[in-house]
Antibody, heavy 127, light 110 residues
């Protein structure tokens, strides 16, 4: 069974850092580009970042560029989101998601959006 | 403010058909494929359509999707109570070099 499990969320003070993990089971994550998406209460879905299947391409939303870094460790079948200089507006439920399976063979697979999603991990930034 | 514009809400009685539109530009919908997602707040979003109109296995054929120029559409036929959810379109934006979601449409079954 294909599954993505996020972890690492919690309560943190403004200006601090947090690292989220996205661990995959039932699939070889190294074949997939992986997105991070967040959902803040009442604000809908917001795309955060993506890392390509080979780790060479990384893209970020303007709201997090320069503060967040996405990376991957394929030996652990895991993708990470390092979040720094956190702000209250970063408080949200964070999801990781792979690209759809049909996109795997495409060199720019990340443009095809999200296929399999995790259940999310909650980040709360407050004093 | 979302790059992709969706009608905030849509509703219908059981059995009716509802259509949701998603409007963008030549730099996003006009040049990349569109996905549709079903989402209940606090739960994992679910992919409904990818590649503009490709329905993954397990998605009922009551759901259909299409795209024309810079507008994408999602239709739900034979509306059922379990279809109540938020529906989002999404695509890559070549000018932002990032993925963008629509503002979301809340579907209510009356």
């Amino acid at each position: 069974q294909v599954q993505l499990v996020e972890s690492g969320g919690g309560v943190v003070q403004p200006g601090r850092s947090l690292r989220l993990s996205c661990a995959a089971s039932g699939l070889t994550l190294s074949y997939y580009s992986v997105h991070w998406v967040r959902e803040a209460p009442g604000r809908g879905l917001e795309w955060v970042a993506v890392v390509s299947f080979d780790g060479r391409n990384k893209y970020y939303a303007d709201s997090v560029r320069g503060r967040f870094t996405v990376s991957r460790d394929d030996s652990k079948n895991t993708v990470f989101l390092q979040m720094g200089s956190l702000r209250p507006e970063d408080s949200a439920l964070y999801y990781c998601a792979t690209v759809p399976i049909f996109a795997v063979t495409n060199l720019r697979s990340w443009v095809y959006g999200m296929g399999v999603w995790g259940q999310g991990t909650t980040v709360t930034v407050r004093s | 403010q979302s790059v992709l514009t969706q009608t905030p809400s849509a509703s219908g009685t059981p059995g009716q058909r509802v259509t949701i539109s998603c409007s963008g530009t030549s730099l996003n919908i006009g040049s990349n494929t569109v996905n549709w997602y079903r989402h209940l707040p606090g739960a994992a979003p679910k992919l409904l359509f990818s590649g503009d109109d490709q329905r993954p296995s397990g998605v009922p054929d009551r759901f259909s999707a299409s795209k024309s120029d810079t507008t994408a559409s999602l239709a739900i036929s034979g509306l059922q109570s379990e279809d109540e959810a938020d529906y989002y379109c999404g695509t890559w934006d070549d000018s932002l070099n990032g993925y963008v979601f629509g503002s979301g449409t809340k579907v209510t079954v009356l």
